[in-house]
C-alpha cells in the first residue's frame, strides 16, 4: 500500500454502530431537553440548564466502561451546558442581553472550533471519529492510523475551519437580529436559525466527505491497476 493512499475501512458491526447512536442521542440531546423542559418552570433557570448536563455526563460514564476512553461528543455537549450556565450569571438580565448570550455560546464553539487548529489534533478530527466509525477497537484504531495521510489531515483541518467559521457567522447574523429587531421577531429568528446553519453544515461535511472519500477510492484503484499491470 501506498503511503499516500489511505487504507479502506474495515467492516462496520451495523449492530454496535446502532446502539451507539441510540445511546448518543438520547444522552446528549433527548436527555438534556427532557430534564430542562421538566425542571424548568420549578426551580431556576441555571439549575434546571444545570441539571440537563447529567444527560452527557451519563454517557460519558457508560461510554468509558464501554470502550474504556471518553466520548469526545459528550464532552462538547457538556462543555455547551456549562457554557450556558458560565453565560447566563454575566451582566444584567434584561431582554437584549438574554437574547444576545444565545449568539455568544454559538460564537464559542466557533471559537472552540477554530483554536483546536493549534492543537495535535482538530475538533473534526474526533467528532469524524464518532460519526464515522461504530465504537469498535477495529474500527477506531483504522480511524487514528487515516492521520498519517496528507490528504486525510487536510481534510479534517477544513472541516474544523468550516464549522468554526460558519458557527462564528451563525453568532454574528442573531447579534445584529438582536439589536437590530423586536424581540419577538428574534425569538422566531433564533428558534430557526441555528438549525438551518447546523443542517447546511452537515450537509456540507457530508458533500465534502463524499469527495474526499471519492478520491482516495479512485486511488486505491489506480494504484491496484498499476500494481496489477506491472
Not at 446502532?18 to 423542559?37: D, Q
Not at 448570550?101 to 493549534?118: E, H, M, P, R
Not at 461535511?205 to 491496484?224: N, Q, S
Amino acid at each position: 500500500m501506498s503511503s499516500s493512499t489511505p487504507p479502506a475501512a474495515p467492516a462496520r458491526k451495523g449492530s454496535s454502530a446502532a446502539l451507539g447512536w441510540l445511546v448518543s442521542i438520547g444522552f446528549n440531546v433527548v436527555a438534556p431537553i427532557l430534564i430542562y423542559n421538566h425542571f424548568h418552570g420549578h426551580t431556576s433557570e441555571y439549575v434546571a440548564v444545570l441539571l440537563s448536563g447529567l444527560g452527557p455526563v451519563l454517557d460519558i460514564a457508560i461510554y468509558l466502561a464501554w470502550h474504556r476512553r471518553v466520548d469526545e461528543f459528550a464532552v462538547v455537549s457538556l462543555t455547551f451546558v456549562l457554557l450556558t450556565v458560565v453565560v447566563s450569571f454575566i451582566g444584567p438580565h434584561d431582554a437584549k442581553l438574554l437574547l444576545a448570550k444565545d449568539s455568544a455560546i454559538t460564537g464559542l464553539f466557533g471559537l472552540l472550533c477554530l483554536v483546536t487548529l493549534l492543537a495535535p489534533k482538530p475538533l473534526m478530527f474526533y467528532f469524524g471519529r464518532k460519526f464515522a466509525t461504530d465504537g469498535t477497537a477495529e474500527q477506531v484504531a483504522w480511524w487514528n492510523g487515516l492521520w498519517q495521510y496528507d490528504g486525510f489531515r487536510t481534510v479534517q483541518r477544513n472541516l474544523t475551519i468550516g464549522w468554526g467559521v460558519g458557527f462564528l457567522v451563525e453568532a454574528a447574523i442573531r447579534l445584529v437580529c438582536v439589536y437590530t429587531l423586536a424581540d419577538s421577531q428574534v425569538v422566531t429568528v433564533n428558534s430557526f436559525l441555528p438549525y438551518a446553519f447546523t443542517g447546511g453544515l452537515v450537509l456540507w461535511t457530508m458533500m465534502y466527505a463524499k469527495r474526499a472519500r471519492a478520491r482516495g477510492e479512485a486511488a486505491r484503484a489506480a494504484l491496484a491497476e498499476s500494481s496489477a499491470t506491472a
